[in-house]
């Protein structure tokens, strides 16, 4: 539901963005917004009973100066099915019951650019934000979620390289990374693991609004 609801706002405002808008050549863009998919990859325990997963995540940026800008970031990762059942059979005493891993978040942080040429930018966030960590069950005839909070730090390369007057083709690779608690979901999921990094590489496009 949350990518389905992403996707819709993006298609929505990208949509409705006016070409008076459009970058003055030679100015850094003021405004831009973007999407990306990724490929998402984990390391040890998280690894072990989660696997890899993908991410896709919808990002604003304002400049704040000639290189700076200020970026929000939404976003959804989707990780594999409990590689482990019997922990999702002992906590809700339903046997063959499958579960499911998601991570929703919103992120703020600060953007730096280096323009390498007319058409191709180089940049490096950071950003901190909020953690919505979910696990979905499924007994086969009812579904129903949990979820805890966490706080997270995500830092990240990318590249854009302008294709026409507004639009940027783009790859990027982020670092993700969540400070969780003792007795949470992903702590109980993960067989008592904790502060769980998450690394992915994506690729997505990028309008430059104004």
Do not use: C
């Given at each position: 539901m949350i990518k389905v609801l992403l996707l819709a706002t993006a298609f929505v405002i990208l949509a409705n963005v006016s070409l008076v808008n459009a970058q003055v050549p030679g100015e850094p863009p003021r405004e831009r917004l973007g999407a990306r998919v990724s490929f998402t990859g984990t390391v040890g325990a998280f690894n072990d009973h989660f696997g890899n997963g993908y991410d896709f995540?919808?990002?604003f940026t304002e400049r704040l100066g000639r290189s700076?800008?200020?970026?929000?970031?939404?976003?959804?990762?989707?990780m594999g099915e409990l590689?482990?059942?019997?922990?999702?059979?002992?906590?809700?005493?339903?046997?063959?019951?499958s579960s499911e891993m998601r991570f929703s978040y919103l992120s703020l942080?600060?953007?730096?650019?280096?323009?390498?040429?007319?058409?191709?930018t180089l940049y490096a966030t950071l950003g901190l934000g909020i953690y919505s960590v979910s696990m979905l069950?499924?007994?086969?005839?009812?579904?129903?979620?949990?979820?805890?909070?966490s706080f997270g730090a995500n830092g990240g390369l990318g590249f854009l390289w302008r294709i026409t007057t507004n639009w940027n083709i783009e790859l990027n690779t982020t670092v993700q990374h969540l400070w969780t608690d003792l007795d949470d979901l992903y702590h109980i999921f993960t067989s008592g693991d904790q502060n769980p990094w998450l690394f992915s590489v994506g690729f997505g496009i990028a309008m430059d609004l104004r």
């Amino acid at each position: 539901m949350i990518k389905v609801l992403l996707l819709a706002t993006a298609f929505v405002i990208l949509a409705n963005v006016s070409l008076v808008n459009a970058q003055v050549p030679g100015e850094p863009p003021r405004e831009r917004l973007g999407a990306r998919v990724s490929f998402t990859g984990t390391v040890g325990a998280f690894n072990d009973h989660f696997g890899n997963g993908y991410d896709f995540t919808l990002y604003f940026t304002e400049r704040l100066g000639r290189s700076w800008y200020l970026e929000v970031r939404i976003g959804a990762t989707y990780m594999g099915e409990l590689n482990k059942p019997e922990i999702a059979e002992e906590l809700t005493r339903i046997e063959g019951i499958s579960s499911e891993m998601r991570f929703s978040y919103l992120s703020l942080g600060p953007q730096y650019t280096w323009v390498t040429s007319e058409t191709q930018t180089l940049y490096a966030t950071l950003g901190l934000g909020i953690y919505s960590v979910s696990m979905l069950f499924d007994t086969g005839v009812q579904a129903f979620k949990e979820n805890d909070q966490s706080f997270g730090a995500n830092g990240g390369l990318g590249f854009l390289w302008r294709i026409t007057t507004n639009w940027n083709i783009e790859l990027n690779t982020t670092v993700q990374h969540l400070w969780t608690d003792l007795d949470d979901l992903y702590h109980i999921f993960t067989s008592g693991d904790q502060n769980p990094w998450l690394f992915s590489v994506g690729f997505g496009i990028a309008m430059d609004l104004r």
